[in-house]
Structure formats: structure tokens, C-alpha cells
């Protein structure tokens, strides 16, 4: 039953020889020139100001994760977009159902101030 | 263009998980349109919510009604958990009043919160299916994470609520990776299905992947019911949630993993049933052991009950490993007992702590049985329940429980939870001697009753007491509920 399974393995075992084998074969066999430039921190073509490692606002993560969420919404609403017909009456209902439940939360955090940036 | 047929939908069965979903809803667009200070308006709009849920629950008894394919069952099983989890909701909503405002943590998110975890367990105890439970438990599990973390401005509160849920995590890992695993050997994560599926091919029962999802489904529900040697979270989780939150995941949380331990356990694995109860007898013997060996070095006394609590998980895997109907209806009866006399000890460490989570040691109990002899009582009348003693309900729970163990042949396991539950009076007799016997360091001016404190050690304590004196009559639900 296993043996199913065995072009799944050697798919992985290829995919990490070959990641591995470009970095090894060009660090071993690949021409070094260095220079100050070459080995600055790549940023976008710009010229690099201070680390990376930065503290952001918490305000960030909080609109983060309620991008997510209220994304997350959308990618439940195309599939029943799409058989929209087919569902009928039904899905209708569920999805409303759905979506006032979203609603109540999103009421929720907008009047708890979530998202004012002040 | 056909349209998809859909199948007959039955609401009866989750109308409790419904109603009390709307309610704790509505609670979170009443707390932020109802411009308040006091926030005691919402505990009697959540306390309105679980009693009509309670009435909605009661209507499923005697009348087993499954729906969404089989996913969901309201049984008397159910009904009996479910009752369990609505007292220890409203429990919980009653001591935390006073708790709230002397903590500063006065936001009216604790009910929605408390009422959203309420709603997990009551899936829990009535899914069917592997995946119903599995959402039942995260709907429980998150709000637990957020609650345990609730006091915002205390390091303890904000180290519980970040080991609770990164160990919870890892344990819901386990958990589902064996219901993955489950689902690979037989096919169906329904548990009704799984077992069918064995009783027709048996050579699945000694298949490697059914039974390490069997394994690992079991070590999921371990680390919630807080059975050693899965049992580390508690102490430290318990010690830094707000009082009211530990006194809810001490009772209600842990009988709901009971209710789906026990039903996926019985339903789903009946073949491999002598692997379980071995197992569950090693369980119950670590758990029981080691809760009351640790809880006797305990000064802090919300450590010390959390200790205790995995000591009473032990005692209850006790009937589980017995797994006879005698057994499972000791669970129940106990569990029930249970919640009332943890949440009542919680309710006067409750009134007794100041500002801060101090006074929260045993020494700090000193005199109290002078200064205030009716809440030391009171408290006595919990102590004496837990340590087993009669006329209360712990005795007549663990009496069920251990005859339960003589009855199917564990007679050693027996042995051991007696002599366990005689070293666990240690230390609940200890808090007594502080109370009775030692001078008093402080006058106890700041414990001040309120009405809602009041009604729930007076419910707290009748039951306690009613179910000791004459258990007959919920024992008999108890052994009726046993039915799957």
C-alpha cells in the first residue's frame, strides 16, 4: 500500500538534491569576486539603512490578523458564488447565516476601535 | 442545471449550541453599545442565556434525536454533560463579580468568552464524529487560551495563558494527527462508522496506523483531562488564570474532554478495549499518585487545588479503566459533584484574596475560622467533599468509582486510589488546621459577601451536601445517561 507512495518520495528526495546541489557545485565551482557592494544585504536595489531586525508596532499584527480573517471570508463566498444556482434557497440561507455571524464580529471590532490607527 | 440535493436538516439536536451561541453574541454587541462601567449587567444577561440553554438542553433527555448524518447526538449521555457544563459556566459567572472589579480587569468579554467555551463543550459531549469534537474542543480550547490570559496587566496571568496555549497546541496536534490516522485505517472519522468498519474486518485492529491513531487520540485527551504524565500545563496555568477562570477549567473543561474520552473510547474502539483500560489503569495510577504527592508540598492554595484536580482526573480515570456502566456512571456522578465543590472552595479563596492575587496561601487562611466561623465552614463542608469524607458528595463519588474498579477485577487499582485519597487529606485537612488552630495575623475586614458570591456557595454547599446525603436520585439519572 505503501508503494503508492513512492513517486511522492522520490520527487522530494530530487527536489532536495537539487536545492542542495546548486548551493554546493556554485560555491565550490563558481568564480568569487567580492567587493562591498556585492555582499551588502540585498533590499529591494536600495541602499540598506539600519537592521533588519526592527520592533514594529503591535498595531500591525492586529491588522494583520483581521486581514486574514475577513479574507478568509471572501475565499468562502467564491465556491458559493460559483453554484450559486445549484444551491438555491439553501445555500442562500447558510450563507447568510455566514455572513451576519462575520457581520456581528466585525461590528464588534470596529466599534472596540481596531481600526483606528490612533 | 440540477440543483444539489440537500439533506434533511434537524436543528433540535445543537438548539443549545445555538441559542447559546446567539446569546454570547449578542453579549459582545451589548458590551460595546451599552456604554457601562459595570459590567454586571452582562453576568445576568449570560446567566438568562444558560438557563434557557439548560431548559433546551433538559428537552433531548430519554429521547435520543442524531442529526447532520449521524455528525451529532443528543442523548442522555450528552444532556447529563451538557447540565454539567451549564452549572459550572454559571458557577463561574457568579464568583467572577466581585473578582473582576477587585482585579481591574472589568471587561465585559469574560461572559461572551466563558458562554463561546461553554458552547465548545457542549459539542464535545454530543459529536458523533471525530471532526465535530475536534471543533468542539478548539471552539473551547481558544477561549480558554484567551480567559487564562484574561488579567492582561499580570505576568503570572499572561505566562498561563501563553503555556496553556502552546501547549494545548501541541497537544491538539497529537490529537488530530490520531484522528488523521484513524480516519487512513478504516475510513470514517464518524465513530459509530469506525467501529463497524473494525467488526467487519478485523484484521484492522491490529493494523499499525488504527492503532497508534488510537494512541494518540488518547494522548490528546489525556493532556486535557490533565492525566500525568501529560499533566504539566496544569499547576502553572492554574495558578496564573483569574481565580474564577481556574475554578471553570477545573470543572468544566476537564469533564467535557471526559465526555468525548469516554465516547470515542467506548464507541469507536470497543476491539482493542484490554489495550485501553491497561493503558488507562497505568494512567490512573500515575495521575492519582502523583497529583497528591506534589499537592501535600503546596503552599500556595490555587497550586495545591490544581494538584488536587489532577488527583480527582485520576480517581475519575479510575472508572474509566473499570469501564463497566457502573464506572461511567460514576464519572458522570462524579464529575458533577465535582464542579460543585471545586468551584465553591474557589469561591471563598475568591472572597479571601485581595487585590493582586495575594493572599492566596494556606497561611493566610489562619484564624479564619474565628474571625468568619460560617464561610470557614463552608469552606470545611468543600475540604471534606474533596478528601472523600462522609456525608458529602466526594465520598459517595469516589465510592462509586473505586466499586466500580472491585466490580470489573481491579481490585489493586482500588487499593490505590484509597490509599491515595487517604494521603490527599493531608493536605485539605491542613488548610483546616490554619483555620482552626492557628492565631489569626490579619482581621479579614476586606472579605466582603456579595449577593451573587452568596448564591453560589449556597448552591455550591446544598449540593454538595444533598448529593452526599441521598445521592440516589442522580445517581439513577447517572446510570441511565450510560447509554450510547
Known amino acids: 500500500m505503501l508503494g503508492a507512495y513512492l513517486p511522492i518520495l522520490v520527487l522530494v528526495v530530487i527536489a532536495c538534491l537539487f536545492g542542495l546541489g546548486s548551493v554546493v557545485f556554485s560555491s565550490l565551482i563558481g568564480q568569487k569576486k567580492p567587493s562591498k557592494v556585492k555582499l551588502q544585504p540585498y533590499e529591494c536595489g536600495c541602499e540598506p539603512v539600519g537592521t533588519a531586525r526592527e520592533r514594529f508596532s503591535i498595531k500591525f499584527y492586529l491588522i494583520a490578523m483581521l486581514f486574514i480573517l475577513f479574507d478568509i471570508e471572501a475565499v468562502f463566498l467564491y465556491p458559493w458564488a460559483v453554484l450559486f444556482k445549484r444551491l438555491g434557497t439553501f445555500g442562500l440561507i447558510e450563507m447568510g447565516v455566514f455572513i451576519v455571524i462575520l457581520f456581528v464580529g466585525y461590528v464588534y471590532v470596529w466599534k472596540k476601535g481596531a481600526l483606528e490607527w490612533e | 442545471m440540477e440543483t444539489i440535493a440537500i439533506p434533511a436538516i434537524n436543528l433540535a439536536p445543537i438548539m443549545p449550541e445555538i441559542i447559546l451561541s446567539c446569546i454570547a453574541m449578542l453579549l459582545l454587541l451589548v458590551n460595546v453599545f451599552v456604554p457601562s462601567e459595570s459590567k454586571g449587567y452582562l453576568g445576568v444577561l449570560s446567566l438568562v442565556g444558560l438557563v434557557a440553554t439548560a431548559a433546551s438542553v433538559v428537552s433531548g433527555w430519554g429521547q435520543p434525536v442524531a442529526a447532520f448524518g449521524g455528525a451529532v447526538q443528543l442523548d442522555n449521555f450528552a444532556v447529563f454533560f451538557k447540565l454539567i457544563f451549564i452549572c459550572s459556566a454559571a458557577l463561574a459567572i457568579l464568583i467572577s463579580d466581585k473578582y473582576v472589579v477587585r482585579e481591574e480587569i472589568n471587561h465585559g468579554e469574560l461572559y461572551p468568552l466563558i458562554l463561546f467555551a461553554t458552547v465548545g463543550m457542549m459539542l464535545m459531549a454530543c459529536g458523533m464524529d471525530l471532526m465535530v469534537i475536534f471543533l468542539g474542543l478548539e471552539v473551547l480550547s481558544i477561549s480558554l487560551y484567551v480567559l487564562a490570559g484574561f488579567n492582561r496587566g499580570s505576568l503570572k496571568s499572561n505566562e498561563a495563558g501563553l503555556k496553556y496555549f502552546l501547549l494545548g497546541a501541541f497537544s491538539t496536534g497529537f490529537l488530530l494527527y ?42 490528546g485527551f489525556s493532556f486535557k483531562t490533565a492525566a500525568a504524565p501529560f499533566h504539566m500545563w496544569t499547576p502553572d496555568v492554574y495558578e496564573g488564570a483569574p481565580t474564577p477562570i481556574t475554578a471553570f477549567m477545573s470543572a468544566g473543561p476537564k469533564a467535557a474532554a471526559f465526555a468525548a474520552f469516554i465516547r470515542v473510547m467506548i464507541v469507536a474502539f470497543p476491539t482493542l478495549k484490554h489495550d485501553w483500560t491497561d493503558l488507562l489503569w497505568i494512567l490512573a495510577v500515575l495521575t492519582m499518585t502523583v497529583g497528591n504527592i506534589i499537592a501535600l508540598s503546596q503552599d500556595n492554595i490555587k497550586r495545591m487545588l490544581a494538584y488536587s484536580s489532577i488527583a480527582h482526573a485520576g480517581y475519575a ?51 479564619l475560622g474565628q474571625k468568619r466561623p460560617l464561610l470557614a465552614a463552608i469552606l ?59 492565631p489569626s495575623e490579619e482581621d479579614f475586614d476586606w472579605v466582603g459577601m456579595t449577593p451573587a458570591i452568596a448564591v453560589c456557595l449556597l448552591l455550591c454547599v446544598a449540593t454538595t451536601l444533598v448529593l452526599g446525603v441521598v445521592p440516589g436520585t442522580v445517581l439513577e439519572l447517572a446510570q441511565k445517561a450510560v447509554q450510547f
Do not use: H
Open chain 2, 380 to 438: 470545611c463542608v468543600f475540604l471534606f467533599s474533596l478528601a472523600g469524607i462522609p456525608p458529602t458528595a466526594g465520598f459517595v463519588g469516589k465510592f462509586y468509582l473505586f466499586s466500580a474498579a472491585i466490580k470489573s477485577g481491579y481490585i489493586w487499582l482500588a487499593i490505590i486510589g484509597v490509599l491515595n485519597s487517604a494521603a490527599s487529606v493531608y493536605y485539605y485537612l491542613r488548610v483546616m488546621v490554619y483555620m482552626y488552630f492557628k
Open chain 2, 178 to 219: 490520531g484522528m488523521a490516522l484513524t480516519y487512513g485505517a478504516t475510513g470514517s472519522t464518524k465513530i459509530g462508522n469506525i467501529a463497524g468498519f473494525v467488526a467487519t474486518n478485523p484484521q484492522v485492529a491490529t493494523n499499525s496506523l488504527f492503532v497508534v491513531g488510537m494512541l494518540l487520540i488518547a494522548v
Open chain 2, 317 to 367: 480515570l479510575v472508572g474509566f479503566t473499570a469501564c463497566n456502566p457502573e464506572g461511567v456512571a460514576g464519572i458522570l456522578f462524579y464529575m458533577l459533584s465535582y464542579t460543585f465543590m471545586n468551584i465553591g472552595a474557589f469561591a471563598v479563596i475568591v472572597l479571601i484574596g485581595k487585590k493582586g492575587e495575594a493572599n492566596g496561601n494556606v497561611q493566610d487562611f489562619a484564624g
